[in-house]
Nanobody
Framework: QVQLVESGGGLVQAGGSLRLSCAASGRTFSSGAMGWFRQAPGKDRDFVAAISRSGINTPYADSVKGRFTISRDNAKNTVYLQMNSLKPEDTAVYYC?????????????????WGQGTQVTVSS
């Protein structure tokens, strides 16, 4: 049973920072790529960032590039999303996801495993 659990969400003022964590159940974590997605009320679930198995390839959505940083620690079975210079439009439920393939993808259909999500709210 593969499980992903997000944490680190909360309420933050515009311009502030937040770090999200995603802890995986384990045994296949280091074998595949990971991604972060977000979904605002009434909106689609959008790609935010992804990281390859090696951690070398890290694509970002244009809306977060330069502000967000994705990283992973395979020894801890954990992926992180450091979010800086947060804006109100970043408000959403953030989900981490995993796929067996080593390469990254921006398509949520390519990810087999999903966490329950963590709420991020950015106030003006």
């Amino acid at each position: 049973q593969v499980q992903l659990v997000e944490s680190g969400g909360g309420l933050v003022q515009a311009g502030g920072s937040l770090r999200l964590s995603c802890a995986a159940s384990g045994r296949t974590f280091s074998s595949g790529a990971m991604g972060w997605f977000r979904q605002a009320p009434g909106k689609d679930r959008d790609f935010v960032a992804a990281i390859s198995r090696s951690g070398i390839n890290t694509p970002y959505a244009d809306s977060v590039k330069g502000r967000f940083t994705i990283s992973r620690d395979n020894a801890k079975n954990t992926v992180y999303l450091q979010m800086n210079s947060l804006k109100p439009e970043d408000t959403a439920v953030y989900y981490c996801a995993a796929r067996p393939d080593y390469s990254t993808s921006y398509n949520p259909r390519d990810y087999a495993y999903w966490g329950q999500g963590t709420q991020v709210t950015v106030s003006s």
